[in-house]
């Protein structure tokens, strides 16, 4: 049974960077062929998609957050970790690490095979 679990501060002051980290147990975050993606719910609005890093290691971003957004990985420890920079209070959201067998991102949590609980994020000073 794989499971995802994300790590990370709550709260972040405006315009500095949040970092989350996803641990990842049953499963190798380099096996062949899935998908390594951030995704997060603000309030009361539609699950945005982040990004992805690949199995191969190659990472694409939703263009809408890419000039703020990096992810990478740590094989060693079989973790992938979002970096999202220069956050606002509208950054505030839930954040969830997901695996999906297609690059095409869900539209819906449930879409992913699996998924973490979610870490709430909030933004402020």
Known sequence: QVQLQESGPGLVKPSQTLS?????????????IYYWS???????????WIGYI????????SPSLKSRTS???????NQF?????????EDTAVYYC???????PPSRLQEYDYWGQGTQVTVSS
């Open 38 to 48: 951030w995704v997060r719910q603000p309030p009361g609005k539609d699950l945005e």
């Open 81 to 89: 970790t979002l970096h999202l920079n220069s956050v606002t209070p």
């Open 20 to 32: 989350l980290t996803c641990t990842v147990s049953g499963g190798s975050i380099t096996t062949d």
């Open 54 to 61: 690949a199995y191969s290691g190659s990472t694409y971003y």
């Open 71 to 77: 992810i990478s990985r740590d094989t060693s420890k």
């Open 98 to 104: 997901a695996r999906s067998i297609d690059p095409r």
